[in-house]
Protein backbone atom coordinates (compact mmCIF):
# COMPACT_ATOMS: atom_id res chain seq x y z
CA UNK A 1 0.00 0.00 0.00
CA UNK A 2 1.47 3.40 -0.85
CA UNK A 3 -0.08 7.00 -0.30
CA UNK A 4 0.10 6.95 -3.98
CA UNK A 5 -2.48 4.98 -4.46
CA UNK A 6 -4.83 5.98 -1.91
CA UNK A 7 -4.77 9.28 -3.89
CA UNK A 8 -4.70 7.84 -7.28
CA UNK A 9 -8.21 5.57 -6.23
CA UNK A 10 -9.58 9.19 -4.29
CA UNK A 11 -9.13 10.91 -7.59
CA UNK A 12 -11.10 8.28 -10.00
CA UNK A 13 -14.05 9.90 -11.35
CA UNK A 14 -15.83 5.98 -11.39
CA UNK A 15 -14.60 5.42 -7.65
CA UNK A 16 -15.81 9.18 -6.60
CA UNK A 17 -19.71 7.94 -8.44
CA UNK A 18 -19.94 5.10 -6.53
CA UNK A 19 -19.23 6.59 -2.97
CA UNK A 20 -21.51 9.26 -4.08
CA UNK A 21 -24.44 6.45 -5.16
CA UNK A 22 -23.51 4.96 -1.56
CA UNK A 23 -23.57 8.13 -0.01
CA UNK A 24 -26.98 8.91 -1.41
CA UNK A 25 -28.53 6.18 0.91
CA UNK A 26 -26.87 6.70 3.61
CA UNK A 27 -27.91 9.96 6.33
CA UNK A 28 -25.42 12.38 5.73
CA UNK A 29 -24.41 14.54 8.41
CA UNK A 30 -26.33 18.19 8.64
CA UNK A 31 -24.01 21.15 6.27
CA UNK A 32 -23.68 24.35 7.54
CA UNK A 33 -25.69 27.00 5.80
CA UNK A 34 -24.61 28.66 2.80
CA UNK A 35 -23.13 25.47 1.46
CA UNK A 36 -23.85 23.11 -1.01
CA UNK A 37 -23.91 19.73 0.81
CA UNK A 38 -25.00 16.55 -0.57
CA UNK A 39 -23.93 12.96 -1.42
CA UNK A 40 -21.71 14.11 -4.53
CA UNK A 41 -20.07 16.93 -2.10
CA UNK A 42 -19.93 14.55 0.64
CA UNK A 43 -18.10 11.77 -1.29
CA UNK A 44 -15.74 14.39 -3.28
CA UNK A 45 -14.34 15.43 0.34
CA UNK A 46 -14.35 12.11 1.89
CA UNK A 47 -12.75 10.18 -0.81
CA UNK A 48 -9.58 10.12 0.08
CA UNK A 49 -10.58 8.78 3.54
CA UNK A 50 -12.78 6.25 2.66
CA UNK A 51 -10.07 4.81 0.30
CA UNK A 52 -7.93 4.74 2.92
CA UNK A 53 -9.75 2.22 4.56
CA UNK A 54 -8.18 -1.56 5.17
CA UNK A 55 -7.70 -3.34 1.91
CA UNK A 56 -8.36 -0.51 -1.15
CA UNK A 57 -5.28 0.64 -1.62
CA UNK A 58 -3.37 -2.84 -2.07
CA UNK A 59 -6.69 -4.06 -4.19
CA UNK A 60 -6.32 -0.74 -6.20
CA UNK A 61 -2.08 -1.17 -6.45
CA UNK A 62 -2.70 -5.04 -7.34
CA UNK A 63 -5.50 -3.86 -10.31
CA UNK A 64 -3.04 -1.73 -11.74
CA UNK A 65 -0.36 -3.91 -11.39
CA UNK A 66 -2.56 -6.32 -13.35
CA UNK A 67 -3.74 -3.75 -16.29
CA UNK A 68 -7.30 -3.81 -15.16
CA UNK A 69 -9.42 -1.48 -17.60
CA UNK A 70 -10.98 0.59 -15.53
CA UNK A 71 -10.49 -0.38 -11.77
CA UNK A 72 -13.03 1.98 -10.49
CA UNK A 73 -15.89 0.35 -11.88
CA UNK A 74 -14.65 -3.28 -11.52
CA UNK A 75 -16.73 -5.08 -8.68
CA UNK A 76 -13.75 -7.51 -8.25
CA UNK A 77 -11.54 -4.83 -7.19
CA UNK A 78 -13.80 -2.75 -4.92
CA UNK A 79 -16.75 -4.18 -3.98
CA UNK A 80 -20.29 -2.12 -3.67
CA UNK A 81 -19.40 -4.04 -0.15
CA UNK A 82 -16.25 -2.24 0.52
CA UNK A 83 -17.96 0.93 -0.57
CA UNK A 84 -20.57 0.45 1.80
CA UNK A 85 -18.47 -0.51 4.84
CA UNK A 86 -16.06 2.43 3.86
CA UNK A 87 -18.85 4.97 4.01
CA UNK A 88 -20.64 3.92 6.95
CA UNK A 89 -16.85 3.98 8.99
CA UNK A 90 -16.21 7.21 8.16
CA UNK A 91 -19.72 8.66 8.82
CA UNK A 92 -19.09 7.09 11.97
CA UNK A 93 -16.00 9.36 12.50
Known sequence: MTYADQHAMSQ????VARITAC??????P???????????????RNAIRVAGQPG???AWAS???????Q???DQG?????????AV???LST
Not at 12 to 15: A, P, V
Not at 23 to 28: C, E, K, R, S, V
Open 12 to 15: NSDI
Open 23 to 28: AATQTL
Open 30 to 44: PVPMFTRGGPREWAT
Open 56 to 58: WPE
Open 63 to 69: AIASDVQ
Open 71 to 73: PGL
Open 77 to 85: VISDGMILS
Open 88 to 90: QAV
